[in-house]
């Protein structure tokens, strides 16, 4: 019995100096490019926002990522990216309790091209908002060991158009720290490591908006895994604080995390699931189902709510049911429910039932398990994407529709 203890400890202390010595292995870090490589990347991020040192909102976003490589040129890659995020935020109550959490809502979407070297280094035109981080991570293009640092200069660029009213991307420089940390598992899988630790304190210039930060705080602490086999990150983890003080005196805070992945699920197969599909939604009235650009989309046209209302009636909760089990068999991806409206009313009116419409819709999915709540983003387009003629009942009809798309995730 004392000989198979000792034997399993002589083994266990040879495995960790196994694992030790191929950890500590030096490495290069560079990244590869391959002309028409395509992945994607999936990021969470949470937040407290404190407004004048008070708790006021939780923040959680979701922004989804596709990257295209165009060309390669020597070291340098041409990158074209659409960049979607979805948010929901929800004020706290008095007692620090969040109220319940509303659907997530689409808020933009960017496109954005760029070229980006073998060190991490970016090239691109003053007009875009995405990336937001720009030369981060870059590397220092020599061999690695463990504890090896290094710094670089970055910057960070906000689109304040909403918040603040100032229409250029707005930037800020850091210098960014890092260091070589050897192995790190993410999903039980070993990574080679680094982390990236940076503070920003900066005093911009006046800018032209409704109002504008007078300072702009930030500390930030990554564990970065990187894979060598793809030449690229293959996910983060990071922990944040931002507070900006504004010119109108007010003082915003967030503190939060955030973690990002490549997403590796396969690509859809769009036509192959709208036949699938198409089969069993012939039997319903008004429903159909097409290949948009990079998604399906089921379309109800002429949705039946209560007179300017967002209550569903019994007969759309029926073709709902039939839909949600359809979309069951999709379940690893996500749906966007949008609301359109004809052209009647107001825009902010329109804009507001659209909303309400697709939200109804959304949390009636929801209610039969065909996604869970973190699964479905809602938007409302009021009457901004007409199919058909306003001026006649008809087309009326169709324009009052639903629409759910199943994302590529």
């Known amino acids: ?39 994607r990347i999936l990021s969470n991020v949470e937040s407290n926002i404190y407004i004048n ?11 989804r990522i596709g990257v295209e490589i165009l060309n390669v040129q020597g070291e340098r890659a041409g990158h074209s990216a659409v960049f979607q995020s ?40 003053d007009r875009y908002f995405m990336p937001m981080v720009r030369n981060m991570p870059v590397f220092p293009g020599r061999t690695l060991n463990i504890g090896d640092s290094w710094t670089a200069e970055a910057i960070v660029v906000h689109d304040f158009r909403d918040s603040f009213g100032i229409e250029e991307p707005y930037r800020i420089p850091f210098t960014a720290n890092y260091r070589y940390l050897g192995q790190r598992n993410w999903n039980g899988i ?46 983060y983890e990071e922990t944040f604080t931002t507070i900006i003080t504004l010119s109108d005196g007010d003082v915003f805070e967030y503190r939060g995390s955030a973690r990002a992945e490549i997403i590796e699920s396969p690509p859809m197969d769009r036509e192959e699931i709208v036949r699938e599909i198409a089969e069993e939604l012939e039997a319903l009235d ?25 209550l569903l009636l019994a007969s ?53 398990g ?26 009326m009809q169709r324009n009052r529709r639903v629409e759910i798309t199943i994302l590529e995730n």
Not at 18 to 31: G, K, N, T
Not at 195 to 224: C, D, K, T, W
Not at 348 to 357: D, T
């Open 370 to 395: 065909a996604r869970r709540q973190d699964q479905v983003v809602i938007r409302g387009y009021g009457a901004e994407r007409p199919v058909a003629d306003n001026s006649t009942e008809l087309g």
């Open 86 to 125: 979805a948010e929901r935020t929800y004020p706290i109550g008095g007692s620090a309790r969040p109220v319940p959490a509303s659907h997530f809502t689409w808020s933009r979407d960017y496109n954005s091209e760029f070229t980006q070297d073998s060190l991490g280094y970016i090239e691109i035109e």
């Open 1 to 39: 019995m004392r000989k198979k203890s000792l034997s399993v400890l002589f083994f266990l202390i040879w495995a960790v100096q196994v694992f030790a010595q191929s950890s500590a292995e030096p490495i290069d870090f560079i990244y590869r490019y391959n002309a028409g490589d395509m992945y």
């Open 53 to 63: 040192n008070r708790l006021s909102f939780r923040s959680e976003i979701v922004n």
């Open 286 to 310: 008004g429903v159909t189902v097409r290949v948009s650009d990079e998604w399906v989309v089921i379309s109800l046209e002429d949705i039946q709510f209560a007179p300017d209302s967002a």
């Open 316 to 368: 759309e909760r029926e073709k709902l049911s039939i839909i949600a089990e359809i979309l069951s068999r999709y379940s690893g991806r996500d749906i966007l429910v949008e609301g359109h409206t004809a052209l009647a009313g107001t825009a902010q009116g329109r804009m507001q039932l659209s909303l309400e419409r697709a939200e109804a819709v959304a949390a009636y999915l929801i209610g039969l």
């Open 190 to 235: 070993p990574y080679p490591a680094f982390s990236i630790i940076y503070s920003i304190a900066f005093e911009p210039a006046p800018v032209r908006g409704r109002v504008y930060p007078l300072r702009y705080e930030a500390n930030h602490n990554q564990l970065v895994y990187w894979n060598p086999q793809m030449g690229q990150v293959i996910a």
